[in-house]
DNA sequence: AATCTAGTACTAGACGGGTCAGTACTCAAA
DNA sequence: TTTGAGTACTGACCCGTCTAGTACTAGATT
């Protein structure tokens, strides 16, 4: 018999990055519900089965937590940085820019993403750094990916754009607007059908092929 | 010398009255640049030079309170309910459609919208038949003036549209996504010149007239 | 018209009951 | 010996109520 009073299942993880994860875990649920001032302390102790002297040795304090679970929370929306190198030989632009679209809309309307988004709106005078930083790495991302991979096309003859920057902001709010406007304000209680979801995808490219088309 | 004790105005309204706008103009300031939370009674009270026993009086509660300020401001957001009228008996309507987009645009650009539309983003999940009432009636309800009026300018065969409210969608956010968005997350440390905006402005009404005119 | 009076509105501050961020301390587990 | 659970505690804040006293208003009286 070796090593009797091992209880617990093989730890890739050490005793506190497994607390830590939990506690972060905890927070991003109860902040991404509740909203910052919504959420005590205390809470995100309970619901990570963790004593409130662990997270205050993990996170010197509540501000310092809510910056670190945006950021994580930040890096598991989606990514669309590799629309550029998708699109760089590309025979039906609008087959494929139709498949985009319905991917980006897909992504975006998740409630993980919605709520993210409405924290952060709520949130941005009290935070305007983390607001900033979270603005630039997600949905500035997405925007700069859809500006480069247009200029691209541009270059190829396949759009007629002056300004790709404009046009890639046309572009992803002539999908997403609608829809992500009225979730902003209904919050639970609207859910669009994937049907719905691909009509505006449908009906935005549809409308950005007859203006940037060459 | 006449009635040397009357040291106030000719009062239209009552003293009651009077108390009543004090807190509502304290109420509304505070709500829109700290939020719910982060605004308290004794503030209002303060601010609005008014003991905290006036404010019960007037509204029974902080809850009260908040959709009564939220009903007030939205009554104070611009209306273009009359654009149907105005364009019955259009003659240029790229020239129109210009002078309506930046008029619209910097109706909803200014900081108190701004701060309105965060402000119930952020407590659509607390309030949500607050939320509800205002968007059907500032956003909503301009939409749906878009959408009346193109339903029109197609029947008179100035429009190409098989769905005059998708349209409408389309119109709006073609013009005005983009600052806002970034308006959303940049709070005060953001403001867009005029000569931007005007940018949006006709940026969008190209591509709107590109996709919808006949 | 000037004065008095009753009733109402308002002020200032205290207070009860509660929450919350962050700290301290004890005891058990690893 | 280190770590964490559990819990109590501090100091601050906040909602809503209450009390004691002041200011205002309008109608009755002189």
């Given amino acids: 018999m070796t090593d009797l009073t091992r209880t617990s299942p093989p730890q890739e993880e050490g005793r ?4 830590r994860r939990a506690i972060m875990e905890a927070a991003t649920e109860l902040f991404l519900r509740n909203g910052y001032q919504g959420t005590s302390m205390d809470e995100v102790a309970t619901l990570a089965a963790v004593s409130k002297q662990t997270v205050y040795k993990q996170f010197t304090d509540k501000e310092q937590l809510f ?5 994580g929370a930040t890096e598991r929306v989606g990514d669309f940085t590799d629309v550029v190198t998708e699109f760089a030989g590309t025979e039906d632009l609008e087959k ?10 897909t992504a975006v309307i998740q409630p993980r993403t919605l709520q993210l988004r409405r924290l952060l709106i709520a949130e941005a005078g009290r935070f305007p750094a983390v607001a900033r930083d979270y603005y630039q790495r997600a949905p500035g991302r997405t925007i700069d990916a859809f500006t480069e991979t247009f200029r691209k096309l541009a270059g190829r003859g396949l759009l007629r754009i002056d300004d790709p920057s404009m046009a890639a ?4 709010w002539l999908i997403l607007a609608q829809p992500m406007d009225k979730a902003m304000f209904f919050d639970e209680e ?10 505006f995808a449908d009906e935005g490219v549809r409308v950005f092929l007859a203006a940037y088309r060459t």
């Fill in 16 to 19: 506190s990055a497994r607390k």
């Fill in 169 to 172: 902001g046309h572009f992803a």
């Fill in 67 to 71: 910056s670190a679970i945006i950021i």
């Fill in 96 to 105: 494929d820019l139709g498949e985009l679209a319905r991917r980006y809309i």
């Fill in 190 to 199: 609207l859910q669009h059908t994937p049907t719905d979801l691909q009509r």
